[in-house]
């Protein structure tokens, strides 16, 4: 840290005091490396950096800004009782269904284990009921086993029962028309500094920034964006639209209904919350650069692409991407060679503005740099 001695610093300091207050010892043998008193003013300055150093990071821990990890934790609930969230199960709906209604009614029990294409294992967590002459159409909700992002899966990979055999109808089929959402990883450092960060901006609950703020304080969600509803005079409607998005930039109907229960204790009484899932939208980037000579280019844009990915993979549900924001990720390269001009950012031509309920997204595929 720049506003603390280093161990330079500290070596200097004990050198100057031998070169001032020595009696008994030639002062420059403080500069000969090995001797007693080079040894001696080099030992206690590696002890005072220690010190320092414990010293820097003690005091970190005392802010909002450069606390971390288990430092960041305590201190988010002594001052804010808030607690960071942990790694959450990804959820969604399955649907069943059957060729015959040959075996009459059953139900699909709570706690039926099945499984994607790559053998991730879900288990449902409302029933499937059959009526006598269902076919089709019945939909349980269902959570992944294991927490994290890796267990979340895309539209139509939950297709097989762990044991078909034990249902009352050996026939049954099983499909997600939508994607899982909500797995996610324990919560980063950034992340639940900023939810901290809103505690008394939402304090008083009812607002928009609160509604927005009980969201995310949901496992499994990452982004959320409130907008009031308006009658056709321009008058609050007494209807709150709340976007949600997980960090991929997708919302199950599962996940919408527990975000919809911990509301209770953040939306104003008499006022409805309308919940509205997220779908990702990708945005292709093209990247037209230039580099200063004696610069190693191959590694240079990997990280430029890396970089381009983060930024606009950490925009919320709703959230436009702004060209200047773009140049703004790539000038934190101009120091490590890269020359940005007017001409660096090809595609996207402008602004992108998602439509509502769409969340910007990219992948290092989508995010290309030209010859």
Do not use: C, H
Not at 279 to 293: G, N, R
Request: hydrophobic share 45%; proline share 5%.
């Amino acid at each position: 840290m720049p506003d603390f001695p280093t161990r330079a610093d500290l070596y200097a300091i004990g050198r100057d005091f031998m070169v001032q207050r020595a009696k008994k010892l030639d002062p420059k043998t403080v500069d000969v490396e090995g001797s007693d008193a080079n040894l001696f003013a080099g030992s206690q300055s590696m002890v005072g950096k220690k010190i320092v150093d414990q010293l820097a990071l003690r005091i970190a821990a005392l802010f909002l800004d450069s606390a971390e990890d288990t430092d960041l934790d305590r201190l988010a609930y002594d001052r804010y009782r808030q607690i960071r969230k942990g790694a959450s199960s990804a959820l969604g709906t399955v649907r069943f269904f059957r060729a015959s209604s040959a075996l009459g009614a059953g139900t699909i029990p709570v706690g039926t284990i099945i499984r994607t294409l790559t053998g991730i294992d879900y288990v449902t967590t409302t029933p499937g009921i059959f009526g006598p002459s269902d076919l089709d159409n019945i939909t349980a909700d269902v959570r992944a086993f294991q927490a994290g992002k890796a267990t979340q899966v895309g539209a139509n990979q939950i297709r097989k029962f762990s044991n078909v055999q034990a249902l009352f109808d050996p026939t049954l089929q099983v499909t997600n028309d939508a994607p899982t959402a909500g797995g996610e990883d324990r919560e980063e450092d950034d992340f639940f500094r900023n939810r901290v960060r809103d505690f008394w901006l939402t304090a008083r609950r009812g607002i928009l920034a609160a509604i927005e703020a009980g969201a995310k304080s949901v496992p499994g969600v990452v982004s959320a964006q409130a907008v009031e509803a308006l009658n056709p005079f321009g008058q609050p409607a007494r209807v709150v639209n709340l976007y949600i998005a997980d960090s991929s930039g997708v919302a199950s109907a599962a996940l919408g209904r527990q975000v919809l229960t911990a509301l209770d204790d953040f939306r104003a009484g008499g006022i409805a919350v309308i919940i509205s899932t997220s779908l990702p939208t990708i945005v292709p980037v093209q990247l037209q650069l230039a580099f200063s000579t004696g610069v190693d280019t191959v590694n240079l844009k990997q990280q430029i692409q890396a970089a381009v990915v983060e930024f606009v993979n950490s925009l919320p549900v709703n959230g436009p991407l702004y060209i200047l924001q773009l140049g703004s990720v790539l000038q934190r390269f101009a120091q490590d060679g890269l020359v940005v001009a007017q001409t660096s950012i090809v595609a996207p031509a402008g602004d992108v503005f998602p439509q509502l309920g769409q969340t910007l997204r990219t992948t290092t595929t989508n995010v290309v740099v030209l010859p």
